[in-house]
């Protein structure tokens, strides 16, 4: 296993949005608000993928251009998706723009 791996591994269900609750038929009087519970959840999925993402790339940093080019990145990419606001997935986002810088690449080569 290298050092690589966890950007290797495929994604879980833990990528996903937290779903909303589905509205209850009745409600009961020490029932908890379904909303603030979703919000909670949300903004503490949002952190949380915020916080994967600095694990997964900000040491990525560390190394040197022709290195991050070898393995799939660019600093400018790592740096532009580190500057996103929180309600933006930095992993989605960067994937997304790896994508297009791909198919730009390959536009070229034609």
Do not use: N, V
Not at 42 to 48: G, S, V
């Amino acid at each position: 296993m290298s050092q690589y791996e966890p950007l290797r591994q495929p994604r879980t269900d833990a990528a996903k949005r937290p779903a909303q609750p589905p509205r209850p038929d009745f409600f009961m009087p020490a029932m908890p608000p379904l909303g603030l519970i979703h919000a909670l959840e949300t903004k503490w999925w949002e952190y949380r993928r915020r916080q994967q993402f600095r694990q997964r790339f900000l040491h990525l940093l560390a190394y040197d251009d022709p290195m991050l080019e070898d393995m799939g990145h660019c600093r400018d990419d790592i740096l532009w998706a580190s500057r996103l606001p929180l309600k933006e997935d930095a992993e989605q986002a960067l994937e997304q723009r790896r994508a297009a810088h791909k198919a730009a690449r390959q536009k070229r080569r034609r």
